[in-house]
């Protein structure tokens, strides 16, 4: 089935004729964060194109396809996605939108984060020639996505998608965003070397609880650490019991991937049964309308965070964020996520000459690029595609509507660096 399909739009994200408009969408569910990042290399300059565009001047556009959550229960971290985008294109184009002459518009398409309406909207857009393809809020969507995309032989840049088998999926396939590794190495740096550490995850007995059980296995018991697990049923309403399971265990750290109505009822629980007395207490921070979930224990956890509003301080991200709030935006977790799409789209077509029809050279021209991204040094890891970027540790202060996100320590690229993952194809 074919997904719903938005006009062509030029650079700055407008139907022709009209002004640039926002999209709404629904704030997701509390969802708990894991990702990965490694060493960045020597860094150029942050993916600027300077070239000046004149229309009629004969040349032909480049046309990118964005395949992503614009409905559907990931919308918000679409609309972030779509927000860091148009001002990732203007900032790397210093407001042409063209590259060497040639305009660069996108062309929207709503997968409502269901893998089969985003490989339709994929295969349509190749069939009408495109060759750059970027997007995937939703892991499951990217995954399905980058195999067509090198069975075509299309430049493919995942977005906010976490899962680690993003990472090397194939030759064509990149990732504008962290991924699930990158989340456990923050998570397991609020306790230092895990040798001998006792670490239990708390979690609902599902395929999101249980793919993090793993991951914290895969990371942290390889490195010497006891890992357990508290699963409880998806639909439990009262937990209570778990809350007072996970104090029973003593863990030196004890991580929280959950999910769901019951996130705030579960922050209640464990602040309720003391669980925050004698264990480190760490959970991803998700975008900023959950913040107040947390609730009072907000201000007990430790949050390992790939981004929020502020949080790296780089003249990037000031462009980002004054590009963003003028548009009528508010920068959050996945703003910088489309913003370094249209980095690695604008850098991968000027290394070009303002073409994108030879997709293999726009792949070499990716592979091993180091740039000044939102968030800091950041660089595609020429192996496998990873994208190598800092990561923070971040505390709440205050509570409901007042709690405010502050950035405790900054972890390099080297610190949060995945394995290399052996190139799929």
């Known amino acids: 089935m074919r997904s719903s ?141 980058g195999p067509i995309a090198a069975q075509n032989k299309v430049l493919f840049i995942s977005g906010p998608a976490a899962a680690d088998k993003v990472t090397g999926l194939n030759t064509y396939t990149f990732r504008s965003g962290r991924q ?44 010497g650490a006891t890992v357990d697990q508290v699963l409880a049923p998806p639909s439990a309403t009262d937990l209570t019991p778990f809350a007072t399971q996970a104090k029973t265990a003593k863990p030196d750290l004890l991580f929280v991937a959950w999910a769901g109505d019951t996130a705030s009822a579960l922050w209640t629980a464990l602040n309720q049964q003391d669980v925050f ?16 979930l947390f609730g009072p224990a907000g201000e007990k956890i430790s949050f390992l965070d790939h981004y929020f509003g502020g949080a790296a301080g780089t003249p990037v991200e000031k462009a980002m964020d004054e590009a963003v709030t ?43 690029w180091s740039f000044d991204g939102v968030k800091g040094k950041t660089t595609v890891r020429p192996e496998d595609h990873a994208l190598l970027q800092p990561m923070f540790q971040v505390r709440l202060t205050g509570t409901g509507a007042a709690a405010k996100p502050s950035v405790e320590k900054t972890l390099t690229a080297a610190e949060v660096a995945p394995p290399v993952t052996s190139m799929a194809g």
């Open 180 to 223: 699930s590794y990158q989340d456990i190495r923050t998570a397991a740096s609020f306790v230092g070397d895990a040798k001998g550490k006792k670490v239990t995850v708390l979690a609902q007995d599902n395929a999101f609880g249980q793919a993090n059980v793993a991951a914290v296995k895969a990371v942290l018991g390889a490195e």
């Open 277 to 292: 007395t004698g264990t480190k207490v760490v959970t991803g921070l998700d975008l900023a309308a959950s913040y107040p």
């Open 5 to 145: 399909t938005v006009p062509t739009r030029t650079a700055s994200g407008a139907r022709r004729g009209e002004r640039p408009g926002r999209l709404g969408g629904p704030a997701p569910k509390l969802v708990a964060l894991t990702a990965c990042v490694l060493l960045a290399a020597g860094c150029a300059k942050a993916g600027t194109a300077g070239t000046s565009a004149a229309d009629g001047d004969g040349k032909g556009p480049v046309k990118v396809g964005l395949v992503y959550s614009r409905t559907g229960p990931l919308a918000a971290y679409g609309k972030q996605y779509l927000d860091g985008f148009k001002a990732g294109l203007s900032y790397a184009t210093k407001g042409t939108g063209a590259v060497d002459g040639h305009k660069i518009e996108f062309e929207e398409q709503d997968d409502a984060g269901d893998p089969a309406k985003a490989v339709s909207a994929a295969k349509d857009l190749i069939g009408k020639g495109y060759k750059v393809l970027a997007g995937s809020t939703a892991s499951g969507v990217a995954l399905q996505v």
């Open 326 to 368: 003028a548009a009528g935006g508010k920068s959050d977790i996945f703003t910088p996520d489309g913003f370094t799409a249209a980095q690695m789209i604008v850098h991968a077509v000027e290394a070009n000459h303002g073409s994108a029809d030879d997709t293999s050279a726009l792949v070499k021209a990716l592979e091993g």
